[in-house]
Structure formats: C-alpha cells, structure tokens
C-alpha cells in the first residue's frame, strides 16, 4: 500500500455522516468512528461508536430524574 492509500485509509474513511431525526426537526453533521466491530464472531451486524457534536444529537438525548426502589436512589 503506497503513503497516499495508507493516508486515505487513517483520514478519510473514520469520518461518517451523522443524521438525527426527532418528530420536530432534524439535525446532520460529522462524527469520527472510534470503533467498530462485528457484534460477534461471523456476524453481518458491526457494533460501532462515533464521535460528534452535541447540536447533533442533542435533541434526542433525554434526561429523566426517577427512584429506583431496587438501587435506594
């Protein structure tokens, strides 16, 4: 593999599209994927995690203040 594929391969490819979509509005950006993996061994499915900006995605974080009776908190 010459110096530009290799580049090419560190630089370009980790950086994915992200989309949010709420029922009021959508959002898009950039993320760099910082792992992914199939889930298991011989899987079709890739368990992945991608860095990007909260404008991105933060209107479907969530937040929710509740008392779990198992926990004591």
Do not use: C
Not at 3 to 25: C, D, L, N, Q, T
Not at 33 to 39: A, C, G, I, L, M
């Amino acid at each position: 593999m010459d110096e530009i594929e290799e580049k090419h391969k560190k630089f370009i490819y980790p950086v994915v599209r992200v989309v949010s979509v709420s029922r009021s509005e959508g959002r898009g950006g950039s993320g760099i994927v910082v792992y992914s993996e199939p889930e298991a061994k011989d899987s079709e499915k890739y368990e992945s995690y991608v860095v990007t900006n909260h404008h991105v995605i933060g209107n479907l974080i969530q937040i929710a203040d509740t008392w779990s009776p198992i926990a004591g908190k």
